[in-house]
């Protein structure tokens, strides 16, 4: 092997590692971004079932006072 190739070869190797590397850490964003996401959403369901409980505890208050009646 001539010293051109076997500097290109090393080249190469370094280059490959370094990609390698870059693809793992991005692999590992991914994996952290879905858990944010799934809990983001989570968060976002458990919200509006509340906001939703709230709002239709009103309403029914406000029938309530409706039919009796009731200021």
């Not at 919200?47 to 239709?56: S, Y």
Request: glycine residues 8%; aromatic residues 8%; positive net charge.
């Amino acid at each position: 092997m001539s010293k051109e190739t076997a500097r290109l070869k090393a080249q190469t190797e370094a280059r490959l590692e370094e990609v390698q590397q870059t693809v793992s850490e991005l692999g590992e964003r991914v994996e952290e971004t879905k858990v944010f996401f799934v809990a983001g959403v989570a968060a976002g369901v458990v919200g509006l079932f509340l906001l939703n409980r709230i709002i239709f505890r009103r309403i029914k208050k406000i029938l309530r006072w409706g039919r009796c009646g009731c200021s």
